[in-house]
């Protein structure tokens, strides 16, 4: 198999909530919404939100207590991928107190960066902010200000991570945790992630729209060249039946979060969520992998209170980073890759011509074989550079092998886009 065949097979992406803001109080509006008989001879729900065109099939199963890893990985995160929600899985983290209160986050981390959107997202225009969050709390409830961004790690001390990811491979594969917080009325667009995701709500109110992928072809799906996640162009506020009338075809299921809730948003799992009032919620997102390796859970205490700082995440943000890097790739990915493809092509050397092949694929989508011109060959020459620490002009599988996490993420920041927002200066304010 060649480099990038192999890239693409592991390689797993993130689509972020996008968000459209509506009017809706604090209280919000029923849901599952009641289906309204159509008068007119147009198909029921023509042109209202996404919901109203079909009875759901029925919540998301829930459960009171998080199954253990073993359980959870028999029945909803191995294929095929079911949903799940876990009522009241984060009662014991200080975070669902605290958080409550924009003085609180104020005074403790008013300090950290985290990265703005717009709450009407312009996918054409994407606008992104990196700013303080005291100053993100000074002006979010008269500005469409949202937070999108790495949980910086101070906070993670305050989150907890439900059992069900503490043993076994969920505890090695987790990429990076999210903060989102707004001051309410945010939709997202109907999509699907590359990434297993369990999004716990802190504070506020947020309700999800569940469909399986494979209704995909009926939900006028967007162009998208990024493998593993994609969204619709339907407008969920107003769904329009007479372009897309076989979304009245598609089965969903439904969930509400109370603060202390999370439900697991599968990889693939197509998904829309609406946020009603202030809401404050953290996601803890892995890889999905193929095989569950539960040697660990024989000696781990998954029934211990365990915070989020307590497990290892590959994309952090610490106090002071000059970059916000969300939404990157696994980089054992990229350890992985390599490894085997030099072990199928009997390669002993790495050299930066192979490096050049994902480069070319990730960040020039070309062909596989095209040759680099000079300028994208020297930037390859320098993420290279990162590799051979010995400038042998090679690197060798052993070298692979042991090399530290830090030197793979400069690696995956060279020959990956991002697929979330990654700040590093601050913006015009004015632009939001
Ligand atoms: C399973 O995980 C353990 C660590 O928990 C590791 O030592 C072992 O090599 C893994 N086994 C496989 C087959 O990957």
Not at 97 to 121: A, F, H, M, P
Not at 195 to 221: A, E, Q, T, V
Not at 349 to 362: C, Q, V
Request: hydrophobic share 35%; net charge negative.
């Amino acid at each position: 198999m060649s480099l990038i065949a192999l890239f693409l097979t592991f390689t797993s992406v993130l689509c972020v909530e996008t968000s459209f803001a509506t009017e809706v109080g604090s209280e919000g509006v029923p849901f599952p919404p009641v289906l309204q008989p159509s008068d007119s001879g147009l198909p029921v729900g023509h042109l209202l939100p996404l919901g109203h065109q079909r009875e759901p099939d029925g919540p998301v199963k829930e459960y009171t207590q998080p199954l253990t890893p073993t359980e959870f990985w028999k029945h909803h995160a191995r294929r095929p991928y079911v949903p799940l929600v876990y009522r009241q899985a984060i009662t014991k983290a200080p975070a669902v107190t605290n958080w409550q209160s924009d003085e609180y986050i104020r005074e403790k981390y008013g300090d950290l960066d985290v990265l703005i959107e717009k709450k009407i997202e312009d996918r054409m225009n994407p606008v992104r902010l990196r700013m303080p969050l005291s100053e993100f709390l000074d002006n979010y409830h008269h500005k469409q200000w949202y937070v999108v961004s790495l949980l910086p790690d101070p906070m993670r001390a305050e989150m907890q991570v439900p059992r069900s990811l503490l043993c076994g491979n969920f505890k090695d594969s987790i990429l990076e945790s999210n903060l989102w917080l707004s001051s309410g009325g945010t939709r997202s667009v109907l999509h699907y992630d590359a990434d297993h995701n369990l999004h716990c709500l802190i504070s506020g109110r947020k309700d999800f729209i569940m469909i399986p992928n494979m209704y995909g072809d009926k939900l006028d799906l967007a162009d998208n060249k990024k493998a593993g996640s994609g969204f619709t162009h339907m407008n969920v506020d107003k769904v329009d039946l007479v372009k897309n009338p076989q979304v009245s075809e598609v089965p969903w299921t439904w969930a509400t979060l109370l603060p202390g809730d999370c439900i697991f948003i599968p990889s693939r799992y197509f998904h829309q969520v609406r946020s009603y009032g202030r809401s404050v919620a953290a996601t803890i997102m892995w890889d999905p992998f193929p095989e569950f390796n539960d040697t660990s859970c024989a000696t781990e205490n998954i029934d211990k209170y365990t915070a989020l700082s307590d497990v290892r995440l590959q994309w952090t943000y610490h106090k002071g980073d000059k970059v916000i890097d969300m939404g990157y790739m696994n980089v054992e990915i990229i350890r992985k890759a390599f490894l085997q493809m030099m072990k199928e092509d009997k390669i002993e050397k790495f050299t930066p011509e192979l490096l050049s092949h994902l480069y070319a694929h990730n960040m020039l989508n070309e062909e596989e074989g095209e040759e680099l011109g000079e300028e994208d060959m020297e930037h390859v020459r320098e993420v290279f550079s990162y590799m051979d620490k010995d400038k042998k002009g090679y690197v060798t599988a052993e070298e692979i092998g042991g090399m530290d996490i830090e030197t793979l993420k400069r690696v995956a920041r060279g020959v990956e886009e991002a697929h979330g927002p990654v700040g590093e200066d601050t913006g015009p304010r004015d632009e939001l």
